[in-house]
Structure formats: structure tokens, C-alpha cells
């Protein structure tokens, strides 16, 4: 069983490729060095954590993922495309379509519901709204707030605000789902419910990438990347 999943940990494609990767803030005297030579590969179906002090480049190497921000050296591959080579706008449409964000500050539109909040990413993706609809109500399902999509954020729990989120950033089946400190402002208990989703979405297929502090969180991952300084100093497969 463990070698077939190490042999199938192979097979599956390459998703996300940062070779070399660099970032600059500054420059002379006050130049940060955000990002130092970074390597890493993510696979399809991959569960990675990643660690590290404040500072170590953690949310550089989220942005650059993310498609948030660009490297200053490096190149990245996303699902086989070198972002390098993409002008703002095919950026701004690889983001839409093969990434999910989550943040720890849920980032919801407050005026807005929750399938409202959910809907948002597929405003172009060029299709009806009764479709938008349709598969908004069933993200909201699969992050079990069938119940609640007519709720604006100020009436939901802080749990059920990120479940809101993680629904908004699956909502159009991304390559890799991005979680930066995604349980930082939550109890543990709704911690618990928001690492029991994130299983469930792993065992569903989706290729997960996740910041935090916390030991027990980074348990749950398939693997733990540690970094300092800006690149990874240990990368670990766990289960
Ligand atoms: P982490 O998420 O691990 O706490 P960050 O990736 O946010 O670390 O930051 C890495 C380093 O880059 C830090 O020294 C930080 O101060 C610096 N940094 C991050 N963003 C910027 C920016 N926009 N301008 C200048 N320095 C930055
Ligand atoms: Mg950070």
C-alpha cells in the first residue's frame, strides 16, 4: 500500500515547479532578500505544509504560487506554462482558473452572502448565473453550509466564514489551493473542522499548499517543507 502511494506520488504530473526562485525588496544597503534561490516541486494530489519563522519567506513564496506577485530571478511552471512569459492579463486568467486562495483573514465581501461570496471567481468564467448559482450552492454543500447561503458574513461564525472561503476558492476547480495561515484567527476546535475539510479535499484530489505555525496543524499534511532565509531548508513526507 505505502509503495504503491510512493510509486503513484511519482506518476502524478508536476503542478507547480519553482526553480531557482529569487525575490527582491529594495535595493543596496536596505535589499531584502525575501526569496533565495527557492526549489520546490508540487505534484498533483500533493498535501505540503509549510513552515517556518516570521519572515523566512513564506507569504513571498505564496504570492509567487499564488500568481500574486512575480520573482525577481527563477523561473516558475504552472500546470507546464512558465508564468515568466505571461503578460498581466493570461496572469490574471491562470490565477482565476487553476488557483484557490485562502487567507487568514477570511477576505469575504461584507454586504455580500455567502453564495454571493462564493459566486464571485466565475463572474469569467463566462457562464449563466443560474449556472454560477447552481454550482455555488453545491461548493457551499461540499463545505457543509448547505444551509446558510443566503447568510452575509456577519452571521456566520469565524469557522463558517473560512468554510465560505475555502467554498470561493474551489469554486472553479483549481490546479492548487493556497492556505495562508488559514486557522491562524480560529479556535481550536473550528480549527479542527477547517483541517477536517482540507483531508476530506485532499482525498478528493485537490493539490494543497498550506502556511502555519502550528505543529499540529502540520501534521496533517502529506508533507512539511521548513524554511529560513528564504528557501527551504527541510522537506519531509509524513504519511
Ligand atoms: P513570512 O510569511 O515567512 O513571515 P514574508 O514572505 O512575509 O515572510 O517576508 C519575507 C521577508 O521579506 C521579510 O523580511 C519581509 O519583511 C520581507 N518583505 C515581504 N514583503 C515585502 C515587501 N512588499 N516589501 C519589502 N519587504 C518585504
Ligand atoms: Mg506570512
Request: with cysteine.
Amino acid at each position: 500500500m505505502n509503495g504503491l502511494l510512493a510509486d503513484q506520488a511519482h506518476i502524478n504530473h508536476p503542478v507547480a515547479v519553482l526553480n531557482e526562485v529569487s525575490k527582491h525588496y529594495g535595493s543596496g544597503i536596505t535589499k531584502v532578500k525575501a526569496l533565495d534561490n527557492l526549489n520546490l516541486t508540487i505534484h498533483q494530489g500533493d498535501y505540503l505544509a509549510v513552515m517556518g519563522a516570521s519572515g523566512s519567506g513564506k507569504s513571498t513564496a505564496m504570492n509567487i504560487l499564488g500568481c500574486l506577485d512575480r520573482p525577481t530571478s527563477g523561473s516558475y511552471q504552472l500546470n507546464g506554462l512558465a508564468v515568466e512569459d505571461l503578460d498581466d492579463d493570461a496572469l490574471a486568467d491562470l490565477r482565476n482558473q487553476e488557483l484557490g486562495f485562502v487567507f487568514q483573514q477570511f477576505h469575504l465581501l461584507p454586504q455580500a452572502t455567502a453564495i454571493e461570496n462564493v459566486m464571485l471567481p466565475m463572474v469569467y468564467a463566462g457562464i449563466s448565473a443560474e449556472q454560477r448559482r447552481e454550482k455555488a450552492t453545491d461548493a457551499l454543500a461540499r463545505v457543509g453550509l448547505a444551509q446558510r447561503t443566503g447568510n452575509r458574513p456577519n452571521q456566520l461564525s469565524g469557522g463558517q466564514q473560512q468554510r465560505v472561503a475555502i467554498a470561493r476558492a474551489i469554486i472553479n476547480q483549481p490546479a492548487l489551493l493556497l492556505a495562508d495561515e488559514p486557522t491562524g484567527a480560529l479556535d481550536s476546535k473550528t480549527t479542527e473542522d477547517v483541517l477536517n475539510l482540507f483531508d476530506d479535499l485532499h482525498k478528493q484530489g485537490i493539490t494543497l499548499v498550506l502556511v502555519t505555525h502550528e505543529d499540529d496543524v502540520a501534521a496533517r499534511a502529506k508533507r512539511v517543507a521548513r524554511f529560513r532565509d528564504g528557501h527551504i531548508v527541510d522537506i519531509t513526507t509524513q504519511h
